[in-house]
């Protein structure tokens, strides 16, 4: 299942998705995302705590089609 972490939770008002099949690939782009949109360009083992914390499975919910 794909994992999904939300700057918003992190850093709020801003609304980002980092998306990947695993921790380390929404860590990288995520670790993008902070230098490009914050200025943020090192990341210290307490904010990266916080990072991976704010890392969930990504739920997909399923509409119900109309029935004929």
């Not at 200025?39 to 029935?67: N, P, T, Y």
């Given at each position: 299942?794909?994992?999904v972490?939300?700057?918003?939770?992190?850093?709020?008002?801003?609304?980002?998705?980092?998306?990947?099949?695993?921790?380390?690939?929404?860590?990288?782009?995520?670790?993008?995302?902070?230098?490009?949109?914050?200025?943020?360009?090192?990341?210290?083992?307490?904010?990266?705590?916080?990072?991976?914390?704010?890392?969930?499975?990504?739920?997909?919910?399923?509409?119900?089609?109309?029935?004929?």
């Amino acid at each position: 299942m794909a994992k999904v972490l939300h700057c918003n939770d992190l850093v709020p008002g801003c609304r980002f998705e980092a998306r990947g099949i695993c921790e380390e690939e929404v860590i990288a782009e995520f670790a993008n995302h902070l230098a490009e949109a914050h200025k943020l360009f090192e990341i210290s083992d307490q904010v990266l705590a916080m990072i991976s914390k704010a890392i969930h499975e990504e739920v997909r919910v399923r509409s119900r089609g109309a029935r004929a």
